[in-house]
């Protein structure tokens, strides 16, 4: 799994640098690709949301589009990497330009809560104790609860448990990698979401992914 977790930080590194206005969602999922098989040196397989989103239409998801990046868009890049039955699943979006201000209140909002959410990450915690956590900053903002789950099991499946959800009878045990992957999609504004991948441990986490986190 450590394997397919450097290879989507690499794609992710790639895409930082091709994210700009007027680049296709095809070419940055082509881009990322490339990135992905130069850092595995043989075949795999990416799958995942590789979108644009916007004030309009916050929400999307699944393969690329020919949909050609505007300024003021996010660009969604939530993927896997898939070797020998293994995989990772991590996130970040990128501003398509100079975000604007609201846009920057929601990636904070989604920061805020991806840290109250490893605050509890532990062997033996409930998983509905850790969505609650993920939740509560943007519920106090006005903007919760947290409209999907908060994170789940990967491994040979994408998901398997624990899935973090409010009625989740799931706890965290030692040796589980979990994702956290806080997100707002809001009309007006426009859509993010982040995420990282943990190896659970009895007294806390190993970060598994090491992507920036960051809009620009």
Not at 71 to 91: A, E, K, M, P, Q
Request: net charge negative; with cysteine; hydrophobic share 35%.
């Amino acid at each position: 799994m450590k394997e397919c977790m450097r290879a989507t930080d690499a794609g992710h590194a790639r895409a930082r640098e091709v994210v700009r206005e007027g680049v296709s969602e095809f070419d940055v999922f082509r881009e990322v690709q490339a990135a992905v098989l130069a850092e595995t040196g043989r075949p795999a397989s990416i799958y995942g949301d590789f979108r644009g989103l916007n004030a309009q239409h916050p929400k999307a998801g699944g393969l690329p589009t020919d949909y050609t990046l505007q300024n003021g868009d996010l660009f969604l890049l939530d993927y896997s990497v898939l070797l020998d039955g293994y995989r990772s699943d991590f996130t970040n979006t990128y501003a398509v330009g100079q975000p604007s201000d609201e846009q920057e209140m929601l990636f904070r909002l989604c920061e805020a809560a991806m840290h109250h959410g490893e605050d509890t990450l532990k062997a033996g915690t409930p998983a509905k104790d850790v969505f609650a956590a993920v939740s509560k900053p943007l519920e106090e903002a006005g903007y919760g609860p947290l409209g999907h789950h908060a994170g789940h099991g990967i491994g040979m499946a994408h998901p398997e448990p624990p899935i973090l959800v409010p009625d989740s009878n799931d706890t965290l045990k030692t040796g589980d990698v979990v994702t956290l992957e806080p997100g707002l999609y809001i009309e007006g504004i426009g859509g993010m979401r982040i995420e990282n991948n943990y190896l659970i441990t009895e007294t806390g986490y190993e970060k598994l992914s090491n992507h920036v986190i960051s809009l620009t």
